[in-house]
């Protein structure tokens, strides 16, 4: 019987080994139960004996601290609260002060909820090049309730994106500056990214495209700028292309992956895509037939683009339970906003305001190195389900 015991615990640790991601509430707690995983991250958890290894240190601790929560809605079931209102009712959590009142980027002034709100507005009114509803039909099909996205059902019949007029918009320089860049990454983990000259200066030209050369990439500096944040163009630049573009290793030590791959053309890891929250990245391979859209769990109150989607799809036979995107938006606006919320909510709720409407956008520090004087990487960001 022991060597039994003994063998179905080996059995079970490679399994654990194997599954990856499956077995850890990273980036889960709170969600609906999901039968895809092999453990759950829910309050339901406790009473059905299902919750993963980590659930206590990752997931009950997170419900007394703050992190990521600042300026969530009142939930009576959260031990403590924060949002504005909880200091009048003296039920805040214990770092709500540290993380939420006086939050602000990373050097400079004290950057508040409201200025960001006023410029992310400001940046939606420039966007001069976002898709036009005559240049771009989506065709949205199926929604899905949020229990739903993980049942990898193709409920969609037809492509997501319909129509797009790519020899307006691809012909612009911001457009042809991301078309160069997104095909020189290899999607898989653990494999090392060589980077050619050729392919090094594409980065380059993609960010002197994008903020240096758009009004709204030079609005975006002039607001860091003058909140003391970077002392010159150059520096916001070079921080910018570090912060973005710099190589680390997400698996078996190797220099597989930056957070320009992971957000904007997208990875596989464990057997499942990873990141992956750019709209045109997935008309791309739509088109090619490399990309199978199932459905969408979230669409956002906008009646025009940019709109903000969380998709269901799947990536040349790798699934992707919501892969949330900003639609139609030019890709100086898509860099610009995940930029302002990582330069100034790093690892935090960034709260934005679009055409009146709120979208609030969760950015992830890449912890495991760093650049400069210890400055973080991007780890990983995307637009979360819109408020109305």
């Known amino acids: ?78 031990k403590c609260h924060c949002n504005s209102k909880c200091t009048q009712y003296n039920n805040c959590c214990s770092d709500y002060k540290d993380l939420c009142d006086s939050d602000g980027g990373g050097g400079g002034d004290v950057i508040t909820d409201a200025e960001i709100k006023s410029l992310s507005e400001t940046l939606y009114a420039l966007d001069s090049n976002k898709a036009s509803a005559s240049q771009l039909i989506i065709d949205p099909q199926a929604l899905v309730h949020d229990s739903q996205t993980g049942s990898q059902s193709d409920l969609s019949s037809r492509l ?115 990141g992956f929250h750019n709209w045109i990245q997935f008309y791309l391979l739509e088109k090619r037939g490399k990309l199978n859209y199932y459905s969408h769990s979230f669409n956002g109150p906008w009646t025009t683009y940019p709109d903000v989607l969380g998709m269901q799809f799947k990536w040349d036979g790798y699934y992707k339970q919501v892969g949330s995107a900003v639609i139609g938006c030019s890709p100086e606006f898509d860099f610009a906003l995940y930029s302002l919320c990582y330069i100034t909510r790093p690892g935090k709720q960034c709260r934005l305001s679009l055409g009146g409407k709120e979208l609030m956008i969760q950015t992830y520090t890449w912890d495991n190195s760093s650049y400069g004087d210890g400055k973080k990487f991007i780890g990983s960001a995307f637009p979360a389900t819109p408020r109305n």
């Not at 994106?161 to 911001?174: I, V």
């Not at 992956?257 to 596989?268: K, L």
Request: proline share 1%; with cysteine.
């Open 160 to 274: 997501l994106f319909k129509y797009l007029d790519e020899q307006t918009l691809f012909s612009r320089p911001t457009y042809a500056a991301l078309l160069a860049v997104l095909d020189n990454y290899n999607r898989m983990t653990g494999q090392t990214e060589d980077m050619s000259s050729q392919q090094l200066a594409e980065q380059d030209t993609f960010v002197k495209e994008t903020m240096s050369n758009t009004e709204l990439g030079r609005e975006l500096f002039a607001f860091l700028y003058t909140k003391g944040v970077y002392a010159s163009e150059e520096d916001f630049i070079h921080d910018l292309k570090m912060m973005w573009f710099g190589l680390y290793s997400r698996n078996n030590n190797k220099m597989d992956s930056s957070g320009f791959e992971h957000i904007f053309a997208g990875e596989v890891k464990g057997g499942k895509v990873s």
């Open 1 to 78: 019987m022991k060597v039994v015991a003994f063998l179905a615990l080996l059995v079970t640790l490679f399994h654990q080994g194997y599954s990856n991601s499956l077995d850890s509430c990273e980036g889960r707690c709170g969600y609906g139960t999901d039968n895809n995983f092999s453990c759950q991250c829910n309050p339901s958890c406790e009473r059905f004996r299902d919750c993963c290894s980590d659930y206590t240190e990752l997931c009950k601790a997170e419900a007394t601290s703050c992190k990521g929560r600042c300026d969530e809605k009142y939930d009576h079931d959260n």
